[in-house]
Protein backbone atom coordinates (compact mmCIF):
# COMPACT_ATOMS: atom_id res chain seq x y z
CA UNK A 1 0.00 0.00 0.00
CA UNK A 2 1.18 3.64 -0.87
CA UNK A 3 0.44 6.25 1.72
CA UNK A 4 -0.29 9.66 -0.11
CA UNK A 5 -0.04 12.39 2.00
CA UNK A 6 -1.45 15.79 0.47
CA UNK A 7 -1.17 19.11 1.64
CA UNK A 8 -4.27 20.96 2.77
CA UNK A 9 -4.76 23.67 -0.39
CA UNK A 10 -8.38 24.29 -2.40
CA UNK A 11 -7.93 22.69 -5.43
CA UNK A 12 -11.56 23.50 -7.19
CA UNK A 13 -10.42 22.42 -11.04
CA UNK A 14 -8.74 19.62 -12.55
CA UNK A 15 -5.99 22.77 -14.13
CA UNK A 16 -5.50 23.50 -10.45
CA UNK A 17 -4.66 19.78 -9.26
CA UNK A 18 -2.14 19.56 -12.05
CA UNK A 19 -0.30 22.89 -11.66
CA UNK A 20 -0.11 22.13 -7.98
CA UNK A 21 1.30 18.73 -8.78
CA UNK A 22 3.97 20.34 -11.05
CA UNK A 23 5.57 22.25 -7.62
CA UNK A 24 6.29 18.27 -6.59
CA UNK A 25 7.42 16.72 -10.18
CA UNK A 26 9.38 19.78 -11.15
CA UNK A 27 7.91 19.74 -14.17
CA UNK A 28 8.44 23.32 -15.66
CA UNK A 29 6.08 24.07 -18.34
CA UNK A 30 6.12 27.81 -19.23
CA UNK A 31 9.40 28.80 -20.52
CA UNK A 32 10.58 32.25 -20.93
CA UNK A 33 11.48 32.87 -24.67
CA UNK A 34 14.29 35.52 -24.19
CA UNK A 35 16.16 33.86 -22.30
CA UNK A 36 14.85 30.01 -21.65
CA UNK A 37 14.64 30.06 -18.05
CA UNK A 38 11.46 27.73 -17.23
CA UNK A 39 8.97 27.76 -14.47
CA UNK A 40 6.05 25.48 -13.15
CA UNK A 41 3.67 28.32 -12.69
CA UNK A 42 2.72 31.10 -15.18
CA UNK A 43 2.41 33.71 -12.62
CA UNK A 44 6.19 32.94 -11.83
CA UNK A 45 7.30 33.35 -16.13
CA UNK A 46 4.90 36.85 -15.80
CA UNK A 47 7.14 37.76 -13.14
CA UNK A 48 10.53 36.65 -14.73
CA UNK A 49 9.41 38.35 -17.24
CA UNK A 50 9.44 41.67 -16.01
CA UNK A 51 13.22 41.39 -15.83
CA UNK A 52 13.46 41.80 -19.50
CA UNK A 53 10.47 44.57 -20.06
CA UNK A 54 11.54 46.78 -17.20
CA UNK A 55 7.86 46.61 -16.26
CA UNK A 56 7.81 48.10 -13.10
CA UNK A 57 3.92 47.61 -11.74
CA UNK A 58 4.11 48.34 -8.19
CA UNK A 59 4.65 52.04 -7.58
CA UNK A 60 5.15 53.57 -3.97
CA UNK A 61 2.53 56.67 -3.18
CA UNK A 62 4.59 58.47 -1.24
CA UNK A 63 8.11 58.82 -3.44
CA UNK A 64 6.89 57.49 -6.65
CA UNK A 65 9.64 54.58 -6.47
CA UNK A 66 8.55 51.90 -8.39
CA UNK A 67 9.14 48.00 -7.99
CA UNK A 68 8.65 44.79 -10.45
CA UNK A 69 8.02 42.44 -7.68
CA UNK A 70 5.26 42.84 -5.14
CA UNK A 71 7.62 41.86 -2.30
CA UNK A 72 10.32 44.07 -2.97
CA UNK A 73 7.52 47.05 -3.22
CA UNK A 74 6.08 45.48 0.76
CA UNK A 75 9.62 45.56 2.36
CA UNK A 76 10.52 49.16 0.55
CA UNK A 77 7.12 50.44 2.43
CA UNK A 78 9.25 49.80 5.97
CA UNK A 79 11.63 52.66 4.68
CA UNK A 80 8.91 54.92 5.29
CA UNK A 81 6.85 53.26 8.47
CA UNK A 82 10.58 53.28 9.74
CA UNK A 83 9.51 49.20 10.61
CA UNK A 84 12.84 47.72 11.64
CA UNK A 85 11.57 44.17 12.70
CA UNK A 86 14.85 42.49 12.76
CA UNK A 87 17.16 43.22 15.21
CA UNK A 88 21.05 41.21 16.08
CA UNK A 89 20.95 39.60 19.06
CA UNK A 90 24.28 41.22 19.87
CA UNK A 91 24.52 44.83 19.63
CA UNK A 92 20.46 45.36 19.15
CA UNK A 93 21.14 46.76 15.87
CA UNK A 94 17.76 46.92 13.69
CA UNK A 95 16.66 46.28 9.94
CA UNK A 96 14.18 46.60 7.90
CA UNK A 97 15.13 43.41 5.75
CA UNK A 98 16.60 39.96 7.23
CA UNK A 99 18.94 40.16 4.70
CA UNK A 100 20.60 43.34 6.03
CA UNK A 101 20.65 41.82 9.97
CA UNK A 102 22.18 38.49 8.43
CA UNK A 103 25.04 40.43 6.38
CA UNK A 104 25.19 42.89 9.81
CA UNK A 105 25.63 39.36 11.74
CA UNK A 106 28.44 37.96 9.42
CA UNK A 107 30.16 40.84 10.24
CA UNK A 108 30.21 40.22 13.86
CA UNK A 109 31.84 37.02 12.98
CA UNK A 110 34.62 38.52 10.71
CA UNK A 111 33.42 37.42 7.35
CA UNK A 112 33.89 39.10 4.20
CA UNK A 113 30.79 40.46 2.54
CA UNK A 114 30.38 40.40 -0.90
CA UNK A 115 27.63 43.20 -2.03
CA UNK A 116 25.99 42.69 -5.46
CA UNK A 117 25.81 44.78 -8.33
CA UNK A 118 22.57 46.50 -8.53
Not at 31 to 37: A, E, L, T, Y
Not at 74 to 102: D, M, V, W
Amino acid sequence: MTLVFINIIQILQKGDLITHQRIHTGEKSYQCRQCDKAFSQKGDLLKHQRTHTGEKPYQCRQCDKAFSQKGEYIIHQKTHTGEKPYQCSQCNKAFSRNSNLINHQRRHKGETILMQPK
